[in-house]
């Protein structure tokens, strides 16, 4: 038997365990696409999504184009490259890692883990196969694409030279196909240049005011253009190291920049939703080409040039005809040279709202297409289909008059439920059997984020195994990420392959001890503790004798009664009438186990012949005391409850 090997980071950071809510197969982008690459030998259309995922178009004729999802990042994928003539791909994500994928069969061949935060951006050097990528940990990689391409899962270790000298962030980088210049664009508002063939800096251009986000280099690398966020784009002559000529033709940001190979037609797009084409011999001349429905992250030629793909922080891409498009001869530059798109793919719908329930079980979500659906976070599926209704009034009618303390974050940044577990958190909320599963009448203590991690991780082999039924089952494509809190990935895999011999390597070594402690050796932290006064109530409000007691926050009022009942009326009462006395000691009421005497005799007449009152309002049985603590005393002092009789 293998042996379980907590993480235990140098970083010493903590770890969280995340899982996401969906669908097995995800044929629609949830969130917006950040890249795009069209490959014209095989007619394939790559999409690099917000949503984690890469997904394979194929636009020969097909009714429905989707032909694949590429899965094995935790994060926004934030740029992709085809390189080796289409047969294998480069992406770059904000889960920190670089990954290598057989492009035509669509797996992942292996992971580099080199950057130590989001990784945003790649250029690629089609001639030397040499590859760039940056992001926000300041540092330039350059990566030789024959020794990626040689990596496997088991053997991803490589050398790699790095570019240094950038202060800031980097979020555009272009090179030339021969690879004989790297250019680079960051929030420090200049481009910096460099030799890749002997790592030395050249230049640094200034002229920008605002974040340099994307770049692209003529064939011979002696001119540039950078876009910017400060709405302007720029052409540059590297040998003389100044910009020729600024070009405002947009009215926000930019965000994506491609040229042809003649370096004559230059295709610009952002914030402001347009597509602009300008002419590079005579900057002077603009045409509009299209208007988007959203901001633009990506433009890409499609087959023959003759058209754009053109890729939104909407979930649906578009192809606009620029066939025959020649600014040089247009007379109205502000009339759209397209109107309407040649193709679609259209996307799906992004959760955009969410509202955690009391009972922190069920989840309300309202998405981009303002369907509402409510989730179930224990079973990781959704529950509910509610259709277009009113989001704020459907979450207040799913509410419930119950308190239950916080155990996970949700998080919406790939348009999906992500539920994230943090150790000092995901052990707060325990219910009873009876509360959790439906006709149950037990009161065993659960402890939610136990179960859930318990459930996740059912298919380990190091898991203990309960001969108890399962209150807790996910679905086997549910993905599992394990992360630094606030930081990098380190695992990433579904709820069903935890059982195969790569993943479970994986996990002997990144489990986390508290994880472990739940999931192997079944060590649940114990339940949270209540104290409070119990008194006879008095018409006039003057002060009695108190009992103060302590308890399980989870235990019922109705116990509570029983318990007052069994003290008002004695032993001999309650025994006769077949009521067990509660479980304890002086000053204490309930205990792990409570046994269940709800539906007794003793308890229906114990709830007949007493009242209990929290200020001034009789209490329902059925509410617990975190319930009536949270609801009825709204106070952070001992809660202090009254009994009566009842005549």
């Known amino acids: 038997m293998a042996t379980v090997r907590p993480s235990q980071p140098t970083s010493r950071k903590k ?21 795009i690459r069209f490959d014209p030998v095989s007619g394939r259309l790559y999409t690099a999504c917000r949503d984690s995922i890469i997904r394979i178009w194929s636009l020969r004729g097909n009714k429905d184009p989707f032909f694949q999802s590429m899965e094995h990042h935790a994060d926004w994928v934030n740029d992709i490259i085809l390189c080796c003539g289409g047969r294998n791909m480069i992406s770059a994500s904000s889960d920190t890692t670089v990954k290598v994928w057989n492009a035509h069969k669509g797996f992942c061949m292996s992971t580099l883990r080199t950057h130590k935060d989001y990784v945003k951006t790649l250029c690629y050097a089609k001639e030397r196969e040499q590859v760039a990528s940056a992001g926000l940990d300041r540092q330039i990689y350059l990566w030789d694409v024959n020794t990626l391409t040689a990596l496997t899962a088991a053997n991803n270790t490589v050398t790699t030279c790095s570019l240094h000298g950038n202060k800031d962030s980097i979020y555009g980088l272009a090179t030339n196909p021969s690879g004989t210049v790297i250019i680079s664009g960051s929030t420090e508002k200049v481009l910096r240049v460099w030799d890749p063939r002997t790592c030395s800096k050249l230049m640094k251009l200034k002229g920008h005011t605002e974040t340099v986000k994307t770049l692209v280099v003529n064939r011979d690398g002696t001119q540039c ?151 179930d976070a224990l079973q990781g599926t959704k529950a509910k289909e509610l259709g277009p209704v009113d989001f704020e009034e459907e979450a207040k009618r799913q509410q419930s008059l119950v308190f239950v303390p916080s155990w996970f974050t949700v998080d919406l940044k790939m348009g999906m439920l992500t539920i994230n577990l943090e150790e000092n958190d995901c052990f707060l909320a325990w219910l009873s059997g009876k509360e959790l599963q439906e006709g149950s009448h037990s009161d065993q203590k659960v402890n939610l984020g136990g179960l859930v991690l318990q459930g996740l991780l059912e298919h380990w082999p190091q898991a203990n195994r309960s001969e108890e039924p ?147 309002e009789v209490l329902d049985p059925d509410l617990d005391l975190r319930t009536v603590k949270h609801f009825i005393w709204k106070s952070g002092n001992d809660l202090i409850l009254c009994y009566r009789m009842i005549k």
């Open 470 to 616: 399962k209150l807790v089952s996910f679905p086997g494509h549910t993905p599992i990420i394990f992360s630094e809190v606030g930081g990098r990935t380190l695992f990433r895999f579904l709820c069903k392959d935890a059982a195969s011999e790569p993943e479970q390597v994986q996990l002997n070594e990144n489990v986390p001890q508290w994880v472990a402690d739940v999931v192997v050796r079944n060590m649940v932290p114990r339940c949270t503790k209540i104290s409070f006064y119990l008194q006879a109530w008095t018409k006039d409000g003057k002060m009695v004798k108190r009992e103060r007691l302590s308890a399980s926050d989870i235990l019922q009022v109705r116990k509570v009664i029983e318990h007052v009942y069994e003290k008002t009326h004695g032993a001999t009462d309650a025994t006769a009438s077949g009521s067990t006395p509660p479980p304890g000691t002086t000053g204490a009421v309930g205990s792990e186990k409570v046994n269940d005497s709800a539906t007794s005799e003793g308890s229906k007449l114990a709830l007949d012949k007493v009242q209990l009152l929290c200020n001034e």
């Open 225 to 375: 253009v950078s876009g910017s966020a400060d709405g302007t784009i720029r052409l540059w002559s590297l040998g003389q190291q100044r910009c020729m000529t600024t070009i405002r033709v947009h009215e926000d940001g930019i965000w994506s920049l491609i040229a042809d190979e003649n370096f004559r037609l230059l295709f610009s797009a952002g914030r402001d939703r347009r597509v602009w084409c300008t002419s590079l011999i005579e900057t002077e001349c603009h045409t509009l080409v299209c208007e988007e429905t959203a901001p633009i992250l990506r433009l890409e030629f499609g087959a023959e040039r003759e058209s754009l793909w053109v890729a939104t922080t909407d979930t649906s891409v578009r192809n606009w005809s620029i066939k025959n498009l020649d600014p040089m001869e247009s007379t109205d530059s502000s009339r759209a040279f397209c109107l309407q798109p040649e193709q679609e793919i259209a996307g799906g719908a992004s959760i955009r709202h969410y509202h955690v329930l009391n009972n922190k079980r069920h989840i309300v979500t309202k998405d981009s297409s303002g369907q509402v659906q409510l989730w």
């Open 15 to 35: 770890i969280q365990v995340s899982y996401v809510m969906r669908d097995e197969v995800e044929s629609k982008h949830r969130s917006g696409v950040n890249s």
